[in-house]
């Protein structure tokens, strides 16, 4: 029968024996291990500074035990004390949070009604820099945190490049069509960024000077959104229009244009309005859709495989799983996926989730925030509940206030709330896990 022995009895053991012991501090093995299991973190050898990828396995490691076994009272609430109007789109900067020196910090783009940019550090709770008021309203917000860039496109069609420390941005262009999505990411042959438009069209660009790459028609209608895969090998498009089928493309094609007659994609047989790649495998895709007079919802799962018969590259699709939800469940609107074959959605008084590969937040509609942690190991009921944090801050009590949007890295929660009436501001605050509380110092 086999024995899997635990993690750290395991380590124990091969620090005697010196050869294996000088082999496991390989920084090699370490920065695969790193990469293997936090596919969703920004690692790069620039962030990783002068400290090993051994050093940044442990610190990482620490880190989720310590938001695993967090309680309300270990956050510590931050809110944005400037008046920012009505907010927009909201994105960490900062990627995952991770430092290895221990001195992991949150910094978060912001889109104000102002027309500014902004970017606040939520662990010292000050606002760091803003743009110049724009002389548009910005409609889309995406982040390269591997290289710091924020990018925005406005009402005037306009797609910008801001390194969120100088006055004005890196790189601007102009497309003929209104923005409807973006969607930023980093290859081996570098960065780039995809647009999707109202006319169904897919636009690509280098980054950061924004040179135009490839631009393919989708679709009769808008693209609503784009999700690239974790090993960036493809792109999942769609509009919400009904009568539109989501299509994944095969990234090489938009990326090297010239070496494809014509791009290379799967039809989806489905007219889907949301989906999530899985994070540990990198070829699976999870589709939520709606079916029938009633709009029941149903979830489809693909497999996609990219073969070169006669030396053409072709897409295969193998439909995994399909099924549809009971009708005593209330249709959701968001969905997330854990390791491959979980799937999470919002029901009754959850207004909204944001699931990542360790954490999943629920949003309620009673403003508070209920967080969660992936089991490792996938063991039943796989989420483990870690606290429920309720806003407490200066600008109103907690009945007044509705969590439109909550996102997290692993230092800090943060969350736009949404004042009622609607006509007033909207609000941002954080909560940060304490690092001086006692409970930890020896983990």
Known sequence: MEMQLPDVPMLKIFSYLDNWNKIAESDFLWRRLCLKKWRFCNFTYERLGTQTWKQLFLHQTKQECRMACAQSEDFICKEAAENLGILGPVAYLSGS???????????????????????????????????????????????????????????????????????????????????????????KNGPFLMVGDSDGNIHTFTMPELRDISKVHAFQYSVDLLLYSPNKKWVFACGIH????????????????????????????????????????????????????????????????????WGRKDIQAH???????????????????????????????????????LHVLAASVDGSIHVYMWEEGGHYPYLKRCCHLEYLGSSLTPSCNQVSRAICDNVSIQCECT?????????????????????????
């Open 97 to 187: 949070g991770i430092a290895v020196d221990g001195q992991g910090k949150s910094i978060i783009c912001i889109v104000s009604s102002t027309c500014k940019l902004y970017t606040w550090n939520v662990q010292e709770g000050t606002m760091i820099w803003s743009s110049p008021v724009q002389q548009s309203n910005i409609t889309n917000l995406e982040t390269l945190p591997q290289m710091h860039l924020a990018i925005t496109a406005d009402m005037e069609r306009t797609i910008k490049v801001w390194n969120c420390h100088d006055r004005d941005p890196l790189a601007t262009c102009t497309i003929t069509r209104i923005c409807f999505s973006l969607k930023a990411f980093l290859t």
């Open 319 to 357: 439909q995994i799983a399909s099924f549809l939800l009971p009708v005593h469940i209330d249709s959701p609107n968001w969905m997330g996926v854990g390791d491959g074959s979980i799937i999470v959605f919002e029901s009754g008084t959850i207004s909204n989730i944001w699931v990542d590969s």
């Open 419 to 443: 004042l009622f009436p609607t006509s007033f501001p909207t609000f941002i605050v954080a909560y940060i896990l304490d690092n001086c509380h006692s409970d930890w110092s020896e983990m």
């Open 242 to 309: 009904q009568h539109i089928l989501p299509k994944v493309f095969f990234t090489e094609c938009l990326l090297r244009p010239s070496e494809y007659s014509t791009p290379l994609y799967f039809t989806v047989p489905l007219s889907c309005y949301r989906g999530c790649w899985t994070p540990r495998r990198e070829n699976r895709i999870m589709l939520m859709y709606r079916r029938g007079s009633q709009k029941k919802t149903g979830f489809t799962t693909f497999d996609l495989t990219a073969e070169s018969p």
